[in-house]
């Protein structure tokens, strides 16, 4: 069963052409073109309700004639509750193709809706907007529009003279995040051997990186000069930089990386004073991603503008699932015991590339879709907290303050001025509550209140909840406390904060109150992520990842040995600063590489006496492993990087080489090895 990636919820976006010049009270933004007067207005579907419209942060149009964008991520304006833009369009010289997007504050897209008119424009024109759940999104990419170059003085023509180059590239975003760029120049040439290797005279651009500020647009341009090498290519070649039949070429990039990780490269050619044209190789184009359900198993599949059979793909899982063999490398990914209906957030990352160097990364996440029941306890696998839900739940009423026998409230600070809940109330309640092996209980915010709401029942709560409240003659409603009084009770000393749980009473945005001495139901909640800051349950927490760039090495080559060390627990790690160095720093302990020639001569003559050897094994490097960031969220890249090593002139054959982790104290963890060969 394939996943859907469109709700059955629609908002409509009309867009009404009224011939003359009447006057609408309905109208949001109006513009007389041509005898038309374009109106823009929402409206909902019958028996359906617009679940995130009260989100929208902001939503754009293009328009678009035969191959040609009249208009493209124009913003619409809100006026008066209402969405509307001017549009200069004709009426007459139809037909137009309208794509219409309404984004969050965060870049979330959450309605889209497509509309092709006929060639003349009818009286009432509709668009639909889908609601989009956003397990099958994915944030819209940053894109090259165009490149315009120039040259600086165009009279210099002399070989030992630096050439300038203006470059303006016109990047679009509509995600209203900062897209950080990059541009870079390789050159490589035919070396005396016939092989292709990199040459350092390469040319560079001023400046080379930084972020593009999309805010309030969706249309940045991008300058930068590059400065071409004292001794270019012959012309012939400088070019072409995609023939693959080049001696001596530079290649040219543009990377644009937006804040959710996702990044486009973009190969380009560089302009001469013979030929001003510049070809642009665009990436590959995601248009969307499809996941399909085969019980314990998953298929993540990217559904392309264009595919091709010579497109390469490169998967990670970020979180939530194992990846089968071989499909790492393959469309559709396959993914082992993932089930929607009962895990957590599911996330990967792929890359996918041409043969050109052009190529397009993006994330992707699946969300478990509800509530697991465990024991006594209620799991939200999305959230990732845990809910009380045993027996004591359907009577646990509890005051927030207890008063005394002179009708004063208990917990009061004079010389804070505020009410700290004490005895029997909910707050010492949950600190206190001990159930299924968990201690660490609290009472929920009104907020997390909200997310175990669902009004298709009454009460009001999500099904998978089986302890509930009962009703009473003297309280017909079901309320829950929130973890939020003391703000009331800091200014009137008499109101407690709490959420209604039935169906008459329920509204997102209505705020109820009672004394804090009145009794209201109480269901506690826990935090699945606990922080971990000792040393020794960080080690095991980390799963430790080596490999090598790749199996087969020439004499004189250099190794790239790449690590990873992933956080594998459902809990934060708080890395510890280590204070026996100047400056301290956050480090996981230690990394010892060694060689080892295999066979039966295990020695390596050209490795200096002075190398420390163990055995059969020679020090091969190490390094402390400091991390920058001492906050690990679960399931996540601790740190990953790579360290070379270089070869001189090593005899032909079989190698091993080890990895030693090592604790900050220096005892062993583990060893890991990798087999290579030098030929």
């Known amino acids: 069963m394939k996943t859907k990636s469109v709700k059955i919820v629609s908002i409509f976006i009309m867009l009404l052409w009224l011939i003359g010049c009447g006057e609408d009270s309905s109208t949001t933004s109006n513009s007389q073109i041509n005898g038309t007067k374009v109106t823009i207005a929402f ?249 399909l359900d085969e019980g314990t198993d998953h298929k993540v599949e990217l559904i392309l503008t264009e595919a091709s059979s010579t497109f390469t793909y490169e998967w990670e899982v970020l979180t939530g699932s194992t990846i089968v063999g071989s499909t790492a490398t393959q469309n559709p990914l396959k993914l082992e015991d993932y089930d929607i209906t009962k895990n957590g957030s599911l996330c990967v990352r792929v890359k996918v590339s041409d043969t050109q160097g052009a190529s397009t990364k993006v994330g992707y996440c699946l969300h478990g879709k509800g509530f697991v029941k465990e024991g006594n306890i209620v799991r939200d696998v999305v959230r990732e907290v845990q809910w009380q839900d045993d027996e004591a739940v359907k009577t646990n009423s509890r005051a927030w303050l207890e008063i005394d026998e002179n009708n004063i409230y208990q917990g009061f600070d004079p010389l804070t001025g505020k009410y700290t809940p004490t005895g029997d109330t909910a707050l010492p309640y949950c600190e206190a509550l001990e159930l299924d092996g968990y201690l660490d209980w609290r009472v929920p915010t009104k907020k997390e209140l909200k997310t175990i709401v669902d009004k298709r029942f009454d009460p009001t709560i999500a099904e998978t909840f089986t302890n509930i409240g009962v009703s009473t003659a003297k309280n017909p409603n079901i309320y829950y406390t929130t973890a939020n009084p003391t703000v009331f009770l800091d200014e009137h000393g008499m109101y407690k904060d709490m959420l209604p749980f039935s169906q008459n009473l329920i509204d997102d945005n209505w705020d109820s109150y009672y004394a804090p001495k009145d009794k209201i139901y109480v269901r506690c909640i826990r935090d699945k992520n606990i922080t971990i800051s000792n040393l020794e349950d960080i080690y095991g927490a980390l799963k430790l990842t080596t490999s090598l760039d790749k199996q087969i090495y020439n004499q004189t080559d250099t190794i790239e040995r790449l690590y990873t060390f992933t956080n594998e627990s459902n809990h934060i790690l708080n890395i510890p600063e280590n204070t026996t160095f100047t400056p301290p720093f956050y480090t996981i302990g230690t990394l010892q590489f060694l060689i080892e020639r295999l066979g039966s001569d295990s020695n390596i003559p050209s490795i200096p006496s002075n190398v420390g050897r163990s055995g059969n094994k020679y020090g091969a490097d190490g390094f402390r492993i400091s991390v920058s960031n001492n906050v690990i969220n679960p399931l996540s890249i601790v740190k990953s990087s790579s360290f070379n090593y270089s070869f001189n002139n090593y005899p032909k054959g079989n190698y091993r080489m080890y990895v030693e982790y090592k604790k900050v104290d220096g005892s062993l963890i583990e060893t890991q090895s990798l087999d290579f060969t030098i030929e």
């Open 43 to 291: 409206k909902s579907k019958e028996g359906e309700t617009l679940q995130k419209v009260s989100e929208i942060h902001h939503i754009s149009i293009s328009v678009k004639k035969d191959n040609t964008f009249l208009y493209e991520g124009k913003r619409l304006t809100k006026t008066d509750g209402k969405w509307g833009i001017k549009l200069n369009l004709n009426t007459k010289d139809g037909p137009y193709l309208l794509k219409t997007r309404a984004y969050n504050a965060g870049g979330e897209l959450l309605y889209k809706g497509v509309l092709q008119t006929t060639e003349t424009l009818p009286t009432n024109l509709m668009v639909t907007l889908d609601a989009v759940i956003s397990d099958s999104s994915f944030a819209l990419l940053p894109s090259l529009k165009k490149i315009e170059t120039s040259f600086l003085d165009s009279t210099i023509k002399s070989e030992d003279t630096k050439k300038q180059i203006r470059m303006k590239f016109t990047i679009v975003n509509l995600q209203s995040d900062n897209v950080n760029y990059s541009l870079s120049a390789k050159r490589e040439a035919t070396n005396v051997k016939g092989q292709l290797e990199e040459v350092s005279d390469a040319g560079s651009f001023t400046p080379s990186l930084g972020a593009l500020n999309f805010t309030d647009k969706n249309e940045v341009i991008l300058e930068s000069i590059y400065t071409q090498p004292l001794n270019p290519p012959t012309e012939s070649t400088t070019t072409d930089i995609f023939s693959g039949a080049d001696k001596d070429f530079i290649t040219t990039r543009l990377i644009l990386t937006n804040s959710k990780g996702d990044e486009i490269t973009i190969p380009f050619t560089l302009p001469s004073y013979e030929e001003q044209d510049i070809s642009i190789h665009f990436p590959p184009e995601i248009q969307k991603v499809d996941v």
